[in-house]
C-alpha cells in the first residue's frame, strides 16, 4: 500500500506495443515509491502527454510509428521541459543508436529484456540524478568522444596546412579522391611518374601519414571533399 501524502516518482511510458506497455506499466505501478502518469504509443502522443502532465520519469521507446519516433520525442520533450527526465529503451544496443538517443540530453539508456530490478534501478538512479550508465553505453559514449576529440585535433591540422598547399599538390589530392593511380595522374599532368611519386611523398609527410590512401580516409572522415 502506498502512503498518501509521500511524493511518488511519476514516470510514463512510450511503447507502440501494446503487451510491452502494460507490462511495464504494471512492474512501475507496483512500487511503493512510483505511480504512472500517464502512457502511449506513439511519439507524438507521449509529446503531448509529457508537456501537459510533467512527469518526472519517461520511458521512451526509441522505434515507434516510425525508426526514430521516440528520439524526435525526445527532442521536443526535452527543447520544452528540460527538467523532464528521459531513459530510452530498445532492443538494439548500437553504438550510432546510443549515440542519437544520448545526444537529445536524455540521461540514461536501458535495453528491453533487462530484468525488472535493473530496470526500476535506472528509474530510481534517474530521478535521483545519480544515474549510471551501463556500461556498454559508457564505453560507447567515450570512445564517441575520443574519436570527435581527435577528429577536431586533425581538423586544425588538416586546415593548417591545406592552407601551405600549392596548386600542384591540390589537384594531385584531387585525382587521388577520384581514385587515380599514380601512373593516371601522371597521364593527366604530363609529366613522369617519379615526379608525382616525389610529389605524393611531400604530401605525406606534410600530413603525417604513410600511405596516399590514408590522405583520403582523412579527408572524408573530416567532410572536407570539396576543398579540392
Request: charged share 30%; with cysteine.
Amino acid at each position: 500500500m502506498k502512503k498518501i501524502g509521500e511524493y511518488l516518482i511519476r514516470v510514463m511510458v512510450a511503447e507502440d506495443i501494446d503487451i510491452l506497455r502494460e507490462d511495464f506499466c504494471e512492474i512501475i505501478g507496483e512500487q511503493e515509491d512510483m505511480e504512472i502518469a500517464g502512457s502511449a504509443a506513439s511519439g507524438q502522443e507521449i509529446v503531448k502527454l509529457a508537456l501537459e502532465r510533467k512527469p518526472d520519469i519517461v520511458l521512451m521507446d526509441i522505434e515507434m510509428e516510425t525508426l526514430t519516433a521516440g528520439i524526435d520525442a525526445a527532442e521536443q520533450i526535452h527543447s520544452s521541459s528540460p527538467g523532464i527526465k528521459i531513459i530510452f529503451m530498445t532492443a538494439h544496443e548500437t553504438d550510432d543508436m546510443i549515440h542519437s538517443g544520448m545526444g537529445t540530453g536524455a540521461v540514461d539508456y536501458i535495453v528491453k529484456g533487462c530484468d525488472d530490478e535493473v530496470l526500476l534501478e535506472h528509474i530510481r538512479r534517474a530521478y535521483d540524478g545519480t544515474t549510471v550508465l551501463d556500461s556498454n553505453v559508457s564505453q560507447s559514449i567515450m570512445k564517441e568522444y575520443n574519436r570527435l576529440r581527435k577528429s577536431e585535433q586533425s581538423l586544425v591540422f588538416f586546415i593548417n596546412n591545406v592552407s601551405h598547399l600549392t596548386n600542384s599538390e591540390r589537384e594531385i589530392i584531387r585525382l587521388l579522391l577520384d581514385g587515380r593511380k599514380i601512373r593516371e595522374i601522371a597521364r593527366i599532368r604530363s609529366v613522369e611518374e617519379v615526379t608525382i611519386k616525389t610529389q605524393i611523398k611531400g604530401l605525406l609527410h606534410k600530413f603525417g601519414c604513410s600511405r596516399s590512401r590514408e590522405i583520403v580516409e582523412l579527408i572524408r572522415e573530416l567532410g572536407l571533399e570539396k576543398l579540392f
